[in-house]
């Protein structure tokens, strides 16, 4: 496509409730990422994926949440039994790893995660 | 310390205002710097890349400074439209995943 797709752009939900959010990043690109914003916040890190290498995971903040990116494009990260504290705007980004434009993210609109 | 340090600001200057933006990093080995904007409610923009020998579009400017560790973004002749929060991204420790700082706002006034 011609940009980063999220899906859903806004999602409601109980706490307690497992959620999954989706990334279709830019077609070719390679690196794949997750960032949670909070309000009035910075972006902190979740999650970068890079071709067939491991994911790192280092910026993930508990074990309910986990990621995955199948055939090298399409990411799902799901979060399960949420909590309130989850309730952020969660955005995804690709970029190409080499290059010209390497490194260079784009970012799809977010998927804003509100928790009750 | 964290990776990435950016005052939060805000800095409030008049139009045709000449304002800069310092970031510090912690790891001597990133070699990937940006300056991105991001809007109020929007997802975050490139606004350039920082090159080794700093580099200019239009009435921005970046520089970096590995000695001291840090990069900077001036702008001239500020805009109203140039209200908006700066975000400086580096590469992290020891991979090449790319780290956000906090962001500096900037509010603009007529």
């Known amino acids: 496509g011609a940009g980063v797709s999220q899906s859903p752009s806004n999602k409601v939900t109980e706490k307690g409730k497992d959620v999954e959010l989706r990334c279709d990043p830019i077609?070719?690109?390679?690196?794949l990422y997750w960032y949670r914003q909070s309000l009035g916040q910075g972006l902190e890190f979740l999650i970068y994926f890079q071709g067939n290498s491991a994911p790192d995971k280092s910026g993930l903040p508990s074990d309910r949440f986990s990621a995955e990116r199948t055939g090298g494009s399409v990411s799902t990260l799901t979060i399960q039994r949420t909590q309130q504290e989850d309730s952020a705007v969660y955005l995804c980004?690709?970029?190409?790893?080499?290059?010209?434009?390497?490194?260079?993210?784009?970012f799809g609109a977010g998927s804003r995660l509100t928790v009750l | 310390r964290k990776e990435v340090e950016q005052d939060p600001g805000p800095f409030n200057v008049p139009e045709g205002a000449t304002v800069a933006f310092n970031c510090t990093y912690s790891n001597s080995a990133s070699q990937s710097f940006f300056w991105y904007r991001q809007d109020c409610r929007k997802e975050p923009k490139l606004l350039m890349s920082v090159y080794s020998s700093g580099n200019e579009d239009g009435r921005f400017t970046a520089q970096l400074n590995r000695a001291s560790q840090y990069i900077s973004l001036l702008i001239r002749d500020s805009k109203l439209s140039d209200s908006a929060t700066y975000l400086c991204v580096v590469n992290g420790r020891y991979t090449d995943k790319l780290i956000f700082g906090t962001g500096t706002r900037l509010q603009v006034f007529p």
């Open positions: 077609s070719g690109h390679t690196a």
């Open positions: 980004a690709s970029s190409l790893r080499q290059g010209a434009g390497a490194n260079v993210l784009t």
